[in-house]
């Protein structure tokens, strides 16, 4: 099918006041998503120094924070694989609306935990909610927005996360070590329910596979047909190092930022704090910059042309961000651009994802993309908690090591198929 022809004017000439309103819903739950996934990573310092009754600095607490994010990462593939395969099946807005009760109800729930297996089970359950509203809200701004605004119209979706992880640093540092209020604000979210119930409406897209009475979410079919499977196969392993290396490098400028600050001198506390401003608003602030930039770089460059520049920039920044810095004034000049250039790719996930799958298909396919990369990055996360925990091995080499993972980023895009200027597939 030939592309449809496209207007000379700018790329949101013809967006719609609907189209404009559903980018505004989705993006708002993504933020939150956000919001709960990084609610933890700020917080859990505090968190598993008192669950463990350890020093806040403690091999122990590193070791269990990475295998929490596991956790994590092993719900977010669960939830995004079933929640994405049941919004093809009834829908987008019954799916999203289920799926933001689950990330903020769990969440508040963790202002009860008293043992670390609490915190497991919440986190999973979290995970669950997170992980299956960007599948079903990825899907949602592809199918609705037209051809020419759609990788815009993504981007700036996906780039909303640093609104969250902003949220997620400023509720950080107004709590302090009282962590359990952090989670009392993660209830919040729920709110966001009744307007995607009173707001949003089916894609006429998705509504035409019951009318052609096409099999919806079928995993048959899209592990069935070879070329879907092949998408879903190698988006789920460009998935995985992208977001392997957000958990295990790009939420390290938090802690490579205490453990600078802690040997010009600071206290712990004082460290952590500045660490909690340095990554959740000043890194966050580079990386919502490269998370905006992904969509126009996409539409220039190809998709596949803009994911291998940055994952050749993220490459090259990785070691220098764990290196160079001298003094807390430099760390505050790198983190920005560390945030950049590591953390824009994952606004190209919910540019592209959607557009290697059908309409009966999009949200399954996207989600076990995106989310069944959470799963192979789940062991990415372990390994990077037993490598921090060598005895001898810096948190700088550490994180330098498992930025080589970019690399592979590199080798999985030599077999993916270019989609620019290509129609959703139907």
């Known amino acids: 099918m030939a592309a449809p022809s496209e207007s000379n ?187 995607v119930r009173t707001s949003v409406r089916e894609p006429e897209r998705w509504q035409r ?62 460290a952590q704090q500045s660490a909690k401003f340095a990554y959740g608003i000043v890194q966050a602030l580079g990386g919502g910059l490269g998370l905006l930039a992904f969509g126009p770089l996409a539409e220039r460059l190809g998709r596949r042309g803009a994911f291998a520049l940055m994952h050749i920039a993220a490459f090259i920044i990785v070691p220098i961000t764990c290196y160079v810095p001298q003094t807390y004034a430099q760390q505050l000049m790198i983190l920005p651009i560390f945030g950049f250039c590591t953390l824009s790719i994952h606004a190209g996930y919910a540019i592209y994802f959607p557009e290697l799958f059908p309409d009966h298909l999009r949200a399954t396919g996207a989600g076990v993309c995106f989310n069944g990369g959470r799963l192979v990055a789940a062991s990415i996360l372990v390994l990077s908690g037993e490598l921090k925990a060598l005895p001898g091995m810096s948190l700088q080499l550490a994180v330098s090591i498992l930025g080589c993972l970019f690399l592979l980023g590199l080798v999985v895009l030599l077999f993916l198929p270019e989609t620019k200027g290509r129609p959703l597939p139907e």
């Open 209 to 270: 596979t019951g009318v052609e009475q096409r099999p919806r979410g079928s995993f048959r079919e899209l592990f069935g047909t070879p070329r879907w499977r092949n998408s879903a196969i190698l988006g789920l392993l460009l998935a995985a190092v992208g977001l392997g290396t957000f958990w295990g490098v790009i939420v390290a400028g938090q802690d490579l930022t205490a453990d600078l600050l802690i040997r010009l001198g600071k206290s712990k506390e004082e």
């Open 9 to 195: 004017g700018p790329w949101y000439a013809e967006v719609t006041g609907y189209q404009w309103l559903v980018l505004a819903i989705a993006s708002a739950g993504w933020a939150f998503d956000a919001f709960e996934g990084q609610l933890f990573n700020i917080t859990r310092s505090q968190l598993l120094a008192d669950l463990l009754g350890a020093g806040d600095q403690s091999q122990a607490v590193r070791l269990w924070g990475d295998r929490f994010l596991a956790i994590f990462l092993l719900g977010g593939t669960l939830g995004g694989v079933v929640f994405g395969s049941l919004a093809d099946r009834f829908g987008r807005k019954p799916i999203m609306s289920l799926t933001i009760l689950f990330y903020s109800i769990f969440s508040g729930l963790t202002f009860f935990a008293t043992d670390l297996w609490h915190v497991a089970f919440l986190r999973f359950f979290v995970a669950l909610g997170v992980g299956g509203e960007w599948a079903v809200a990825a899907a949602l701004v592809a199918e609705v927005f037209p051809p020419k605004a759609r990788a815009h119209a993504s981007g700036i979706f996906h780039s909303t996360s640093v609104l969250g992880t902003w949220l997620a640093a400023l509720a950080g540092i107004l709590v302090g070590t009282q962590w359990r209020y952090a989670y009392v604000i993660g209830v919040i979210p729920a709110l966001l329910v009744l307007w």
